[in-house]
Structures are given as C-alpha cells and as structure tokens.
C-alpha cells in the first residue's frame, strides 16, 4: 500500500493520482473499516502566483516563511 502512495504522490496527472489514491482507500477500507472515522481530510488550496508553498506531505503544521507571492 505505501507503494501506491510514493506512485500517487509522484504521479504526472491528476488522474493517475486519484486511481492509485482510490486503491489505497479501498485497502484500507477493506483492512481496518473503521479507520476513516478517524482520518481528517487533507486539502490544500493555493493561488497559481505563489510559491515555496509545499504540494504534498502538508499537515497542519508547516512553515511558512518560504512562501511568497510572484
């Protein structure tokens, strides 16, 4: 399963990404049913201007000085 994160995470299309991101879902669905009750959602949303902002990996916690406006 840890294999489809690393190739979703480093996938060259959105939906290559959700294919390999819908394969860990269901793993885990089918191995602990009751986990997602548990899991918060990790969306991130940003302006096509700024960068040093980071894609993946974020959690609530991260540093922000990098970030800047173009």
């Known amino acids: ?13 959105t ?3 959700t ?9 885990i669905a089918e191995d ?3 986990v997602w009750l548990y899991l918060y959602p990790q969306i991130v949303v940003a302006a096509s ?5 980071g894609v993946n ?3 609530s ?3 922000v000085a990098d ?3 173009k």
């Not at 399963?1 to 299309?13: D, H, R, Y």
């Not at 294919?19 to 793993?27: F, R, S, T, Y």
């Open 49 to 53: 201007d700024v960068s040093g902002y």
């Open 19 to 27: 294919a390999k991101l819908k394969l860990v879902n269901e793993q």
């Open 1 to 13: 399963m840890t294999q489809w994160v690393s190739e979703a995470e480093q996938a060259t299309t």
């Open 61 to 63: 916690q991260f540093f």
């Open 67 to 69: 970030i800047v406006r």
């Open 32 to 34: 602990a049913a009751s």
């Open 15 to 17: 939906e290559e990404q």
């Open 57 to 59: 990996g974020l959690n």
